[in-house]
């Protein structure tokens, strides 16, 4: 039987906020009728988000040291507390009906595979905690994990940390735990990776474990 075609789209700098409501607007395509679903990997610039469950004492810096820091602040309707998004961090987010094909539990048990599956691929051994949605390599965490689930439709997803500046998550305790580290596969495997490589891995992996085939698609069809 032939794979279900899904759209992709890969944004190397987009803001916080046009991805969030870019993610509405898919989602709408699906609820009409015009879209079977649309996978979207992004990066972007140094922001904060504050997920439903986020409590803002656990931002740590006032706003105008974020400010200085290059730093924004936005709120995400996804589940989880706080997180930090920056350069060298890639972001999947997939847009899809999940009612009648997955849980809520094995939807995200889904994108630990996927992650998984791209680690091991860069050598790296990945682990998950249970009760606990992400994956860390070692004691660091390296990929987190935050939904959104709309009349069966999901939104937001997961990040996995590449390469760069983690000093970001310094300034937040992040999902709500102060004793969380960060990583990332750069630091894990002593060998530099670039993010179009790790996004053609997530992608081969999104396939096989979504069972489907991604069409590249053009962003500039998006005004930023």
Request: hydrophobic content about 35%; aromatic content about 8%.
């Amino acid at each position: 039987m032939a794979c279900i075609k899904h759209n992709a789209y890969y944004f190397e700098n987009i803001p916080y906020t046009i991805a969030s409501d870019l993610q509405a607007s898919l989602s709408t395509d699906i609820t009409s009728g015009n879209s079977l679903g649309t996978f979207l990997f992004a990066q972007h610039p140094p922001v904060i988000t504050l997920g439903r469950n986020a409590l803002k004492s656990h931002i740590l810096s006032a706003e105008d040291t974020l400010a200085s820091s290059g730093i924004s602040l936005a709120q995400a309707d996804r589940g989880g507390g706080l997180t930090y998004h920056g350069p060298g961090q890639i972001l999947l987010y997939p847009i899809l009906r999940i009612r009648g094909l997955y849980s809520v539990v094995s939807y995200v048990e889904s994108l630990q595979t996927v992650v998984a599956r791209t680690l091991t691929s860069f050598g790296l051994a990945p682990r998950f905690k249970k009760g606990n949605p992400g994956v860390w390599v070692g004691d660091g965490k390296i990929s987190s994990i935050g939904i959104r689930i709309r009349e069966g439709i999901t939104s937001h997803g997961l990040s996995l940390n590449v390469f760069g500046d983690l000093t970001g998550f310094d300034h937040i305790t992040a999902c709500n735990d102060p004793t969380l580290r960060h990583t990332s596969i750069e630091h894990e495997s002593n060998v530099p990776v670039g993010c179009d490589t790790v996004v053609q891995e997530l992608s081969r992996n999104v396939e096989i474990v979504f069972q489907t085939q991604l069409v590249s698609q053009d962003t500039q069809n998006y005004v930023t």
